[in-house]
């Protein structure tokens, strides 16, 4: 599946470039909401993602890098996100929060950061319809690919394989064209596409791209 970040956007025109994506044959929308607390920059919340509900009906896939996100996942369902996924760094029940996740009828997901060891996860994996694997430090769009992300996606692939071979696998940050082939290979099922896309002069165009190197590399 590939899940447009619409944090690269313009989000002036952010209705037009979504319905774009969408006409390329995006799968899921990635939504990235940020506090200032827990990364180093700040993004829309729950209200704009209501807008976005009422006229696109794709998964959109909010990715929260907040503090307290317990406090806010009620909120981020109601406006109509589908899949919501939490960071471990910041939380200490994370049983406890994709119970939440789940109870309230969405998918549960669970995020971990390039630094942190992926043994920190493999519990959660049982519980998680979905595992996020950070391929760059979260808050910005546009930074560069972590290249031993593609080994951790290896390693996290027989764990998820062990452990829960129906949770998804995620990837974010830094794909592009040059790079989106390795991480289908690596064994990723969900590949998010920031600046990849709605950095393109064409998002329609460069969307269908990235998507016909995805299906290329899943055949091969
Ligand atoms: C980073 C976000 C990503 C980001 C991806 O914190 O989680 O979703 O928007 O953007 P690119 O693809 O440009 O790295
Ligand atoms: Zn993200």
């Given at each position: 599946?590939?899940?447009p970040s619409?944090l690269?956007?313009d ?5 037009q ?6 006409g ?13 607390h827990?990364?180093?920059?700040i993004?829309?919340?729950?209200e ?9 009906s794709l ?9 307290n ?8 369902i109601e406006?109509?996100a ?23 009828g969405?998918k ?10 992926l043994?920190?996860?493999?519990e959660?994996?049982y ?6 694997l ?8 546009g930074?560069?690919f972590?290249?031993?992300s593609?080994?951790?996606l290896?390693a ?10 129906y ?7 830094g794909?592009k ?5 390795d991480?289908?290979?690596a064994?990723a099922?969900v590949?998010v596409?920031g ?7 064409d ?14 590399a899943?055949?091969?």
């Amino acid at each position: 599946m590939l899940a447009p970040s619409i944090l690269a956007g313009d989000w002036w025109n952010i209705g037009q470039q979504i319905e774009a994506t969408i006409g390329g044959g995006a799968d899921i929308l990635h939504y990235d909401v940020m506090d200032g607390h827990f990364v180093p920059n700040i993004t829309a919340g729950y209200e704009l993602l209501a807008h976005i509900r009422k006229r696109v009906s794709l998964p959109i896939d909010a990715h929260l890098m907040i503090e307290n996100p317990d406090k806010y996942i009620p909120k981020f369902i109601e406006a109509g996100a589908n899949w919501i996924s939490v960071h471990i760094e910041n939380n200490y029940h994370i049983h406890r929060t994709l119970q939440l996740i789940k109870e309230l009828g969405a998918k549960a997901g669970v995020v971990i950061n390039p630094g942190t060891s992926l043994s920190a996860i493999e519990e959660a994996i049982y519980y998680a319809d979905y595992v996020l694997l950070m391929s760059v430090n979260p808050g910005f769009s546009g930074q560069k690919f972590i290249e031993r992300s593609i080994e951790r996606l290896i390693a996290l692939k027989d764990i998820r394989d062990r452990i829960n071979p129906y949770c998804l696998i995620e990837i974010d940050g830094g794909i592009k064209e040059s790079n989106i082939t390795d991480v289908v290979k690596a064994g990723a099922d969900v590949i998010v596409v920031g600046s990849g896309i709605f950095k393109a002069k064409d998002i329609e165009a460069q969307t269908r791209k990235l998507k016909s190197l995805m299906l290329q590399a899943v055949s091969i």
